[in-house]
Structures are given as C-alpha cells and as structure tokens.
C-alpha cells in the first residue's frame, strides 16, 4: 500500500523516538509498582505508578557505564531504593559509586534507609540533610495535630461544592504527609555536595553523569545529565503533564531553568520526578502552564485580592484538563503564594 503525505509525516515525525527504543533493548523490571526498562543504551529508568504503590513514588533510574553504575534518587520507601539496586547488580558487573537525591523533599529521600542497611554512598546538594532534619522529625503526637488543625478549618470555610473537593484533598494529602513523617525512618546524605563544587562529572566508563545545581523547586535541586545519550534526568524541577508541586520553589528561577531545557539537544530525553519520561514538547507545555498560572495571579493582584482567594478562582483552562493534580493547595495554592511574594506584593 503506498504510504499517503500525510502518512509519511507521521512516520518522519515519530521515527527518531522509535529508533531510540530498538537500539535500547535489555533487561525489563516491573513490580507494579514501579517498570524499568532501558530508555539508551547503559541509561535505565525507573517510573513509577502511583496507583500501584508508594514504594517508588517518584522515578529514577540507573546509569551503567562499562567502568561503575550510578544510581538516581532514594525514592519514597526502602523497596524503592532496593529495586534500584536490583536493577544496577543485574546491568552491570562494575562498582556502584553511590546514589543521587535531586532534592531533599521526603517522596525522593526516604526510600535512602534502601541504601544505607547496603553501605551504598549518597549524594546529594549540602543542605538535604538538614533540611530532612528540619522538616521531616517526628514529634509529639500533638504536633501532628496542631498541623492538620488549620487544613480542618480551611475545609469546614469553604464557600462552594468545587471548593470543599479541593480542600478534602488538601487535608487528605497533609494527612497522608504528616502520617509519612510520623511513621518513616531516615538515612541522610553521606557526601555533600557544595554549590562550588558543581557541576561535578563522574566518568563511569563510556558514559559520564554530570551533576549540575539548578535551584527552583526546591534550594537543593540537582540534575544529572548524560550527554554521550542526550538524556536528562531532571528531578523535580520536570513534572511531566502534571501540576507541578510548589512548596518552597524559586518560582521565577524554576521557569528559567525550563527555558534552559529547552536549549538543549531536540534529541533529549528529559526523565521527569513524577510522569512519563518527555521531549521538548513536554517541557515546554510546563513552561506554559507556569506562564498560565502567572497570568493568572498577576489578575489577581490587580484586582487585590489575596493569595488564597486567587487559588479559589482558578479554574484549570482547557489545555491543561488532562493533566494530573496531586492536591490543589500544593500546585495551584502553592503557584499562586510564589508568585504572589515573587512580584513583591505585600502580604494580604
């Protein structure tokens, strides 16, 4: 059957992807909760499916030179952790020279108890272990409860049916958090890595991971890039087709780091913390949405109302309906207090 116009600019458009997959090939991993599978030739990544388990939580992945293997993230649980080790003892004979945490938040370093009861190194930006410190002891009993006491009473003042599923999601992912921290163990970095001190290259055989600082999502975002494969693995600072979670971002240095991305090789592949692994396109559809919820709150100034009210009147557009949201208050509530102290408005 001859091949329409049409037919061939599809084929011309999705053959690079396809080439990319044959030439991987390898070993598959899949426990449900998470499926690794060779995305180039010595780059394994691990994504993980949220509905199956937490074990993962976010994606990570391998990196297996012909002289060592290098590990991306700790993940939520010790499972996750071990799955990653499974994957590094069965791809390679070569030492393991640690594992990576992008970020110091608790679904990419909880999971490090995996690495520790081995002896496995982990790395990470300076300040992750204390901020795992700050952020994630357990306390009292009580103070759990005088945590989840203001999510309760924002949801009890709701003002409209869409509002009160927002904020019974809001208190249903605190609560899911604050029960993680009561319950989790840690094991924090064993090797700091100081701003000065990055981009750091490790040569693994054939393969180099180059590890790079570029602060947005959290202060302590990390990226490692494999440039001989045209493969990013972007921690948090990537959130493919999802709401991207802002806690404590940099929200205007986040959106120039996208911008940043988008620089790169049209071949990259880009290894999200929470998705499917992206292209370009995918990247520059979170750019967008950042630039939508910028818009959004800039209205909202103009109008002077607050913070809380600009992330009552959001309404998610068209373009973006399909995209996940883990809660609204940790996307939308988040965008809307970053960039409300970014553009420097008095507090309201």
């Known amino acids: 059957m001859a091949l329409t116009r049409r037919d061939f600019l599809l084929w011309a458009a999705t053959a690079p992807l396809l080439r990319d997959s044959l030439a991987a090939g390898g070993p598959v991993f899949d426990r449900g909760f998470a499926r690794s599978s060779e995305l180039a030739p010595g780059v394994f990544t691990t994504i993980a499916d949220r509905p199956k388990g937490l074990q993962c939580y976010s994606n990570g992945g391998v990196i297996a030179g012909r002289d060592a293997t290098l590990i991306v993230e700790g993940h939520f649980e010790a499972a996750g952790a ?13 030492p393991l020279v640690g594992a990576v945490n992008t970020h110091y938040h608790l679904d990419h370093t909880f999971g490090n108890t995996g690495y520790a009861r081995h ?52 208190l249903k992912t605190m609560t899911w958090m604050m029960d993680a921290i009561g319950h989790g163990t840690m094991a924090f970095p064993t090797e700091s890595l100081a701003p000065s001190d990055l981009p750091r290259h490790i040569d693994l055989g054939g393969l180099t991971a180059v590890l790079e600082f570029h602060a947005g999502h959290s202060p302590t975002d990390l990226i490692i890039r494999i440039p001989e494969r045209d493969v990013v693995f972007t921690g948090d600072l990537f959130f493919n087709r999802e709401y991207p979670v802002i806690a ?101």
């Open 82 to 94: 071990e799955l990653e080790l499974e994957i590094a003892r069965a791809v390679s004979k070569g």
């Open 119 to 170: 002896g496995v190194r982990i790395l990470a930006h300076e300040r992750v272990g204390a901020l795992m410190k700050e952020r994630y002891t357990p306390g009292a009993p009580e103070r759990r409860t005088a945590a989840l006491a203001p999510w309760q009473q924002r949801l009890a003042a709701a003002q409209s049916p869409a509002d009160r599923v927002h904020r019974e999601g809001d």
């Open 248 to 348: 404590d971002a940099d929200i205007l240095a986040w959106r120039q780091i996208l911008d940043v991305f988008l620089t790169y090789d049209r071949r990259t592949q880009f290894v999200p913390g929470h998705g499917q692994v992206g292209r370009q396109a995918h990247v520059h559809e979170q750019a967008m949405l950042l630039d939508q919820l910028r818009e959004h709150a800039e209205r909202m100034i103009k109008l002077g109302v607050s913070a809380e009210e600009a992330e009552r009147r959001y309404v998610v557009p068209r373009a973006f309906a399909d995209f996940d949201i883990l809660c609204w208050n940790f996307t939308v509530g988040g965008a809307m207090r970053t960039y409300f102290a970014a553009l420097d408005q008095p507090s309201r």
